[in-house]
């Protein structure tokens, strides 16, 4: 079975008899590895119950647009920011019209309206209902807005008739909804990631280091798995087991992660310099654990090498991408970092309020880089690296066929 292995899929379920498979496609949801929450429409509710969801599931299920019991009163927008991607199974034709049409008016479409995730609607009706040109014009205009139609399948129906229109198998379903975060975006293309912290010893029990988790980088190094590259991640110590499909390196300090990535870096089509390297390390590490006796401690200090910089200086270089943590003036810090180390594209976020960065399982990012700034609202680190991954994809592309054109014009 395809692994959905640590995402967060919102499954919606509206009126129609082939919502009692809705029970089957969760467990098959998560026996592929995915953390599934189920929004219902008030139709659904009278083909199948609330209760069997949520035990499925394993979560509540949600059901009221002005939800008082959500924090603020903001249900929708918790779970547009939550879900990974969204699939709803059954899709009836009514659903698909108001979809279609850009309707908000129960949880269902607002949260669909509300979220940038991968949307998939799989369509169950009557066959009839699912010819009628209404319908085709609607599954028409939300292909053109990049949904996804999972189906329908074609055979017999609870009505008597024979003909497209059946829901397809759950796990048919669960299968596609894998292929969702498959983008082939990065297809032929090497990745070199780095994540976490570094450590710099003072001692043999102490060290210089950082909040960084790590969650980010390891994020990043699996979307760009998804998106067809193959990987390379260099981390340092974290505390999160390596993703899947790539090759991971582990080291502790910023020395051996510089070492790290100039044994690496030449196979690289992209660098993205996640990790929070450490800028100094200790002048001298003592051989024994410094006893606490003098009332002051005194610590000299050196500068450590530029990883990212130094990636950026290659000739020729990758596609070098930079992350700054700042605590203020966000793009001003980004874009100095951006011209000072000459690097394609930084990744910015602010630290030390109260959304997102270091510890965090969610995050807020924007994207500088020599033509504009674009910002990646509050989600994620998952999805968060999804959408950047697509960003760095579409920029590394442009970037190489304006360099194809030069080489072509100059010969």
């Known amino acids: 079975m395809a692994t959905l292995a640590n995402k967060r899929i919102l499954l919606g379920v509206t009126g129609g008899i082939a919502a009692y498979k809705s029970a089957d496609l969760v467990r098959r949801l998560r026996e592929a590895g995915a953390e599934t929450r189920v929004v219902m429409t008030d139709a659904a509710t009278e083909f199948i119950t609330e209760l069997t969801l949520q035990a499925v599931s394993g979560a509540p299920v949600h059901r009221r647009l002005l939800d008082t019991d959500a924090e603020s009163g903001m249900g929708h927008i918790a779970l547009a920011r939550w879900a990974d991607a969204i699939v709803v199974a059954p899709a009836s034709a009514d659903f698909l019209a108001r979809?279609?049409?850009?309707?908000?008016?129960?949880?269902?479409?607002?949260?669909?309206?509300?979220?940038?995730?991968?949307?998939?609607?799989?369509?169950?009706?009557?066959?009839?209902?699912?010819?009628?040109?209404?319908?085709?014009?609607?599954?028409?205009?939300?292909?053109?807005?990049?949904?996804?139609?999972?189906?329908?399948?074609?055979?017999?129906?609870?009505?008597?008739?024979?003909?497209?229109?059946?829901?397809?198998?759950?796990?048919?379903i669960a299968a596609l909804t894998a292929g969702l975060f498959d983008t082939g975006v990065l297809d032929g293309l090497t990745v070199l990631v780095t994540a976490g912290p570094t450590w710099e010893a003072l001692d043999p029990v102490r060290g210089l280091t950082n909040k960084s988790s790590g969650k980010m980088g390891y994020a990043v190094a699996e979307a760009a798995a998804e998106a067809g590259a193959r990987v390379l991640l260099v981390s340092g110590p974290v505390k999160l087991p390596a993703p899947d499909r790539v090759e991971t390196l582990r080291v502790v300090s910023a020395l051996e992660m510089f070492d790290a990535v100039h044994a690496r870096v030449t196979d690289a089509d992209i660098f993205i310099g996640v990790a929070a390297v450490a800028d100094y390390r200790p002048a001298q590490i003592a051989s024994q654990k410094i006893k606490k006796s003098a009332e002051r401690l005194t610590l000299e200090l050196m500068r450590n090498p530029d990883i990212l910089a130094s990636v950026a200086a290659l000739t020729p270089a990758p596609y070098t991408v930079g992350f700054a943590a700042e605590t203020e003036n966000l793009e001003a810090g980004a874009r100095a970092k951006l011209e000072t180390k000459g690097i394609d594209l930084i990744a910015a976020n602010l630290v030390g309020g109260r959304e997102g960065g270091f510890e965090s399982d969610d995050n807020i990012l924007t994207l500088v880089d020599r033509e504009s700034a674009t910002q990646l609202p509050l989600a994620s680190k998952k999805r968060l690296a999804r959408e950047l991954i697509q960003f760095i994809a579409r920029k590394f592309h442009a970037k190489s066929c304006t360099q194809d054109s030069r080489r072509a014009h100059r010969q």
Not at 104 to 117: E, I, N
Not at 123 to 137: H, L, Y
């Open 99 to 172: 979809l279609a049409q850009g309707r908000g008016d129960d949880l269902l479409t607002t949260v669909c309206l509300a979220s940038g995730a991968p949307l998939a609607v799989a369509p169950a009706m009557n066959q009839q209902m699912w010819r009628n040109a209404a319908t085709q014009a609607n599954v028409a205009t939300l292909r053109q807005r990049g949904m996804h139609i999972f189906g329908p399948g074609e055979g017999s129906q609870a009505c008597g008739d024979v003909g497209p229109g059946r829901l397809l198998e759950p796990a048919e």
